[in-house]
């Protein structure tokens, strides 16, 4: 297990840095500069050079790159260049609304699916079953933007049930969460049924239910705990997904989390704010990727980490 | 503003009909405070914007109208009156010229404290100008500034600015915003790098915090040399979504929704409970040529494309007849704009002259513009291709993101390969001299002259107009001046971009600048 943990470390960090060399030089051969940008109309050609001087951007790229690195490995990840503020500070203030924001749009997510799947597998073929899969395929197909506004429109200007922009109290979190969650608790329905209508066919199952145990039992702790191990790779996937997500939702939702801060330094070309956020999105990935490696051994007694 | 000027008349009208009618009739309801226009004070009036501000300092700052939202905190020594244009005072009181045109000498204001109790006086002026001129600062908006040699304290409420040269469009010049006067107690005591996080200024709003991607929140100076402002406090939002900003705005979440788009105007002016506003405007939209691509080297190829685009169809179907259509290089706001000319609808006339010029059959030429950052940009930039293809252009629009629009147009003669942009240009200070300055041979690109546009008679008249101190002189100049750069056609003019924007009808005296601005110390929130 020490062994498991370590190696999977290692391979994390050197990930995260190899993603970093990657997205240092792609950020700076795409067209465009902040200085051009905050330059603003009336520069000169001056103005544009003195700017580029004051941030190094004047070096070849290697010296740019190696300066960098050699500051990330300190822990200093820089200064944003719009807002002059220590990258990390920045980031700090974005975490929050994300995290709320994609931590619960995974419990929607899930719970959801996991209970619309299970419920369509039982019942399958009912009215019950083909609702739950109309509503799958219109959550998959639905582009979440689009529901965000019809959302919007309905809970919070023709009902007044919830706010539909900012950050705050809980009420602020449904509309967002709910469009953000609505494709994923889709994929998991529909997953979760075909998973448990293969479980539900085999051997284990009808001996179960043949020693006369009663059918939530074998639901829930025979059937529903071997359909979960193709369950969880998708619910794995689906952390890095809602982080994906949440760029588009909370632009719509006006939610000052890391999406938007993604969004918004990459189109100023704040190189290192953009840098600071996608290590910092990675490192979460990875982790939450690791935590679902090692669910895998919780749920199916085979799997061991050596 | 004028809406103010008529709710006062409509305020009499009232009272003296119902003193005819004999006030005891009617029932004193609480809508009358709203129908005198009595300010009410108290409230907190809340402003939804498409950006976050992104630097609480105006030196480092760019972008309208965010640096309108950071001017609540930090004046500055003269403004743009919001109607007319014209240079009022603000924290100088009077001003005057030397009569070789190198010497200003401004009055300021008696009796002006800092937020943080700092005398506002000469002293205080100086070390801002010295601030924004000095390279050590890294200020955006230096070379803005370089008509500026010295700055001289003459007594406590006395300085001279000195010129390298006579400046004529001096006191425009100080109207924009990043010439902001911030305590210099402030400012020492916290370094260029950290002041943003707590200025302090002059103006009718003291700072409490600024969450980066969330809001901006003000509160009321009770001292304000202006009179103490009716509101308790302002707070700013983001909402990227202009979707967004109108739900916040029916939802009355928010009182003042900046930028609403043409589609929504119609179903908000038909809501009481909302008022649309459309103060005048300064942005030109254009399309830009590069003079050194192929068939737009030709001046008749360039008058050709003018004639061959319909303006006011564009005006009336996509922008709701709200926009201005060029009929000079400026907008009719600012210092200098003659009406001189326009290339009016005349698709007959366009393919003539492609004629002569050797392109009969048209040619094929590509568009750059970047979706979202103008008012309906993608709608105009398409009207346009089918205006052109109609008198044979083919345009290929190629949509690009503004970094990659920004530093393509910025590249020298040499390495230029744009052909045409779609573009909108400030004219922040409402001066002609900004206006022109694209069209010199000096301001070629990396600066802002980006079509390459070279004429040397236009750059003697500039130069005239900008070193002269008389004002009748530069009107001389700058007459011309238009005639000249309209017949050359460096530009496709299309229209002065309009200003949308939607406030709640309970939220009275909110000023728009024709430069995005937004003043409220005289706004209040009627009950």
Redesign the interface.
């Known amino acids: 297990m020490q062994t498991f943990l370590y190696r999977r470390v290692t391979l994390t960090v050197t990930t995260v840095l190899l993603l970093l060399v990657v997205m240092f030089t792609l950020l700076r051969i795409?067209?465009?500069?902040p200085a051009?940008?905050?330059?603003?109309?009336?520069?000169?050609?001056?103005?544009?050079e003195?700017?580029k001087q004051?941030w190094g951007l004047d070096q070849p790229l290697h010296v740019q790159l190696l300066i960098y690195l050699s500051r990330v490995l300190r822990g200093d990840f820089g200064r944003s260049v719009?807002?002059?503020?220590p990258v990390m500070t920045?980031i700090q203030?974005?975490l929050r609304p994300t995290l709320e924001l994609v931590l619960m749009a995974s419990l929607v997510a899930t719970v959801v699916g996991l209970i619309a799947g299970v419920v369509s597998a039982v019942r399958r073929y009912s009215a019950l079953d083909g609702l739950v899969m109309v509503f799958a395929i219109l959550g998959v197909s639905m582009p979440n933007f689009w529901l965000a506004?019809l959302l919007?429109?309905l809970f919070?200007?023709t009902l007044?049930w919830f706010?539909?922009?900012?950050?705050g109290t809980p009420a602020h979190l449904v509309l967002p969460s709910l469009s953000l969650a609505a494709a994923q608790a889709a994929i998991i329905a529909r997953q979760t049924r075909s998973a448990m209508l293969e479980v539900l066919s085999q051997d284990y199952v009808r001996t179960a239910r043949s020693k006369g145990l009663p059918e939530r039992v074998v639901i829930y702790r025979h059937a529903l705990k071997n359909a979960l191990v193709p369950v969880l790779t998708i619910v794995g996937l689906l952390f890095s997904r809602l982080v994906g997500g949440s760029v588009v939702v909370e632009?719509?939702?006006?939610r000052?989390?890391m999406g938007?801060?993604l969004v918004?330094s990459i189109?100023?070309?704040d190189y290192p704010v953009v840098q600071g956020v996608v290590v910092v999105i990675a490192v979460a990935v990875a982790v939450v990727n690791l935590v679902i490696d090692l669910g895998y051994a919780w749920i199916d007694p085979r799997v061991r980490y050596t | 503003m004028t809406k103010t000027g008529k709710m006062g008349v409509l305020g009499l009208v009232l009272i003296l009909g119902m003193s005819l009618q004999l006030v005891g009739c009617r029932k004193a309801a609480p809508e009358d405070a709203r129908e005198f226009d009595v300010p009410v004070e108290g409230g907190i009036l809340r402003v939804a914007l498409g950006t976050d501000v992104p630097i609480f300092d105006s030196a480092y700052a760019s972008g309208l109208p965010n640096l309108g939202i950071i001017h609540l905190v930090t004046e500055g020594l003269v403004k743009l009156d919001s109607e007319t244009g014209n240079v009022i005072p603000h924290l100088a009181e009077r001003w005057s010229v030397s009569d070789d045109g190198l010497v200003w000498t401004i009055k300021l204001r008696p009796n002006v404290k800092f937020h943080d109790g700092t005398a506002f006086d000469a002293q205080a002026v100086k070390f801002n100008i010295d601030r924004l001129l000095n390279p050590d600062t890294k200020a955006l908006t230096r070379s803005f500034w370089q008509f500026i040699k010295e700055v001289k304290v003459v007594d406590p409420l006395t300085v001279d600015i000195i010129t390298h040269d006579p400046f004529g469009p001096f006191m425009r010049q100080f109207t924009y915003a990043p010439m902001a006067m911030n305590s210099p107690t402030q400012v020492t005591k916290l370094g260029n790098e950290d002041y943003h996080t707590a200025p302090v200024g002059t103006g009718p709003f003291k700072f409490v915090e600024h969450v980066r991607g969330q809001h901006v929140k003000v509160v009321r100076n009770e001292e304000y040399w202006g009179g103490k402002p009716p509101l308790e406090g302002v707070v700013t939002a983001v909402m990227p979504e202009a979707g967004a900003r109108i739900m916040a705005l029916e939802t009355g979440e928010v009182d003042v929704a900046y930028h609403v788009p043409p589609r929504d105007v119609q179903r908000l002016e038909q809501n009481p409970d909302i008022q649309v506003v459309y103060p005048p405007s300064q942005r030109i939209m254009h399309v830009g040529f590069n003079h050194n691509h192929g068939p737009l080297k030709d001046v008749r190829v360039r008058q050709a494309l003018n004639y061959a685009v319909n303006k006011h169809e564009i005006n009336q179907v996509i922008l709701l007849g709200r926009a201005h259509v060029l009929d000079s290089p400026l907008p009719p706001t600012a210092f200098g704009y003659v009406p001189t000319m326009t290339y009016e609808f005349n698709p007959q006339k366009a393919k003539q002259l492609l004629q002569e010029a050797g392109y009969p059959g048209g040619f094929t030429i590509k568009l750059m513009y970047t979706p979202g950052r103008y008012l309906m940009d993608t709608e105009v930039v398409e009207a346009v291709q089918s205006y052109l293809a109609a008198v044979g252009v083919k345009v290929e629009i190629v949509s690009v993101e503004w970094a990659v629009q920004a530093a393509a147009r910025r590249l020298p003669l040499a390495e230029s390969t744009t052909e045409m942009y779609f573009l909108g240009w400030g004219c922040v200070t409402l001066d002609g001299d900004i206006g022109f300055q694209s069209f010199t041979t000096a301001a070629f690109a990396p600066g802002m002259n980006t079509m390459f546009y070279s004429n040397e008679e236009v750059d003697r008249l500039f130069l005239k107009g900008r070193q002269s101190v008389d004002p009748a002189e530069r009107l001389a100049a700058y007459e011309p001046m238009q005639r000249l750069i309209m017949e050359d056609a460096p530009i496709l003019f299309l229209y002065v971009e309009p200003q949308i924007h939607a406030v709640r009808a309970n939220a009275r005296g909110v000023e728009i600048s024709v430069n995005e601005m937004i003043f409220l110390d005289k706004a209040w929130l009627a009950r």
């Open positions: 795409i067209p465009g500069s051009e940008i905050l330059a603003g109309d009336f520069a000169t050609g001056k103005d544009i003195e700017l004051a719009v807002t002059r503020r920045e203030g974005r506004l919007m429109l919070g200007v007044g706010p539909i922009v900012g950050v632009s719509v939702f006006s000052p989390g938007r801060l918004d189109s100023l070309r």
